[in-house]
């Protein structure tokens, strides 16, 4: 979809009633064209069929639709920053930032500097260290053509917004790269401690800077280093206990806003899902349900980035308390994510929802949730250590079915298809499994084989080395007990 289609299809109402207005401001024609285009691009959206639109504006004419894109896509620009303008703190300093400019281009520099310094006051008052940045090499430069404006004194302060700007662009570039690996492997990859030991060396020189004790910005920052590297290293007691009374100190100092919001609801996730982690599912819960008020505040500007959080730990709750609750919600959730057309979701709720039905015993029902998983563009597409997790897991499913021709294909692709995972130390768990279920598949006698349960026992009894990264799909310790039970 193009960047006009975009802009106009993600258009809310109350968006979309205002930029009429302001498009007709000076003079309401009838049948403006570039209106018409609008209208067009907001009924169909992704349906929108270009070439019949212009050819019914203009015929043959391409070039006088090209410019009508252009007319409205610079008319909807400029619509959009002036209707934010005055709702949040970025807008309204981006504003006096531009004014700057404008009359810097003008060499009205008395009117410059008026602008630069309500632009400084704004960007100090939120912590915007980049653009403060700019400010003072803004100061500077006018220095030049202003006497009354000291060049010493904004280099000064140049230099000390750029240790704290420095710093803090340290500790951002660690974190990108951690929740980077965080989300593409899945959490199913090791540790990777080079990282950790980056995340720590940016963090011991981040505390002890004493301009950071009573700096909002700062201590979210540290909030962030300290849960990730928590996280990273599958602290989640540790991670649980911290979070707790961070939270209770951000909100005894009164820091939570909506500019803060975001690290608001990161935070009450990051709670629901470290108790989760503890098995503390009473209180995970409560944090979720908190999560889904929240999401909503201030219009629910941020529900879509946490909408599915808030699905997430209440269905990963359910299915170790309630697995059929844990199902509705799934079913809830999947027409909801249909509705807001949120289809990157698709690839949690059919694995999850395989997972659940085959904890009830309904492995048919759990497999075809796995073939819809696959006819994803977006499962394709994942890491191959998350592709072979699921494919393990259908193999255990496959198993349960006793569907031994389905068994055996499914265990020939995966042998083949990921004999490279297979030989790597990180994997001999789930090697063992496949060995271990390929054997009982075809000698139903198995458990009278005491060498093979002696090495079911050794592979059950080694489960806390593992626990982790199974509990997202299927505890294979618990899995094997049963089996051989």
Do not use: C
């Not at 602008?115 to 400084?120: D, G, V």
């Not at 909002?216 to 989640?236: D, K, P, T, V």
């Not at 709670?271 to 908190?290: M, V």
């Not at 072979?388 to 198993?399: N, R, S, W, Y």
């Amino acid at each position: 979809m193009e960047i006009l289609n975009k802009i106009v299809s993600q258009m809310s109402k109350e968006e979309i009633r205002f930029f009429k207005i302001y498009s007709t401001r000076m003079a309401d024609t009838p049948g403006r064209k570039d209106l018409l285009l609008f209208d067009k691009i907001r009924a169909k959206k992704e349906q929108f069929d270009e070439a019949a639109v212009a050819k019914k504006l203009y015929g043959s004419k391409t070039g006088s639709y090209y410019r009508l894109k252009h007319r409205l896509m610079s008319n909807l620009n400029e619509y959009v920053v002036l209707h934010y303008y005055g709702k949040d703190k970025i807008h309204d300093l981006n504003r006096d930032w531009a004014l700057y400019n404008v009359y810097i281009s003008k060499n009205n520099f008395e009117l410059a500097v008026h602008f630069l310094k309500k632009a400084e006051k704004k960007a100090a008052e939120f912590e915007n260290f980049e653009m403060l940045d700019l400010i003072y090499n803004g100061f500077i430069r006018m220095s030049a053509e202003l006497v009354d404006i000291n060049p010493e004194y904004y280099i000064a302060k140049r230099k000390d917004n750029a240790s704290r700007l420095n710093l803090i662009r340290e500790m951002d570039q660690a974190l990108s790269v951690i929740s980077y690996r965080l989300r593409s492997t899945q959490n199913f990859l090791p540790e990777n401690r080079t990282l950790t030991s980056l995340l720590n060396t940016a963090l011991q020189d981040f505390v002890t800077d004493t301009t950071t004790k009573n700096s909002r910005s700062f201590q979210s920052r540290i909030y962030r280093a300290i849960s990730q590297i928590l996280l990273q290293r599958h602290q989640y007691a540790e991670l649980a206990k911290y979070l707790l009374k961070t939270f209770k100190k951000f909100e005894r100092e009164k820091w939570f806003d909506k500019d803060s919001h975001d690290i608001k609801l990161q935070m009450l996730t990051y709670l629901a899902n470290s108790l989760y982690r503890t098995g503390n599912y009473k209180d995970s819960l409560i944090y979720a349900q908190t999560l889904g008020i929240e999401i909503k505040a201030y219009n629910g500007f941020l529900y879509k980035k946490y909408v599915f959080f808030f699905y997430n730990a209440q269905i990963l709750n359910y299915m170790q308390t309630d697995m059929q609750r844990a199902i509705t919600i799934m079913d809830i959730m999947e027409e909801e994510m249909k509705q807001r057309k949120m289809n990157y979701y698709d690839q949690f709720i059919y694995v999850h929802k395989a997972m659940a039905y085959h904890w009830q015993n309904k492995p048919d029902i759990a497999i075809r949730n796995l073939v819809k998983l696959y006819v994803l563009d977006s499962f394709k597409a994942a890491g191959e250590t998350f592709r072979f997790k699921i494919l393990t897991a259908e193999l255990v499913m496959q198993f349960d079915g006793g569907d031994v021709v389905s068994f055996n294909q499914r265990l020939n692709f995966i042998r083949k298809e990921h004999r490279k995972l297979l030989k790597q130390k990180e994997f001999l768990r789930e090697k063992n499994l496949i060995q271990m279920m390929d054997w009982m598949m075809n000698k139903p006698d198995y458990k009278k084989n005491k060498l093979f349960l002696r090495k079911a026992d050794k592979f059950i009894k080694a489960k806390e080395i593992v626990e982790d990264n199974e509990s997202a799909l299927i505890n294979y310790a618990e899995w094997m007990k049963k089996k051989i039970a």
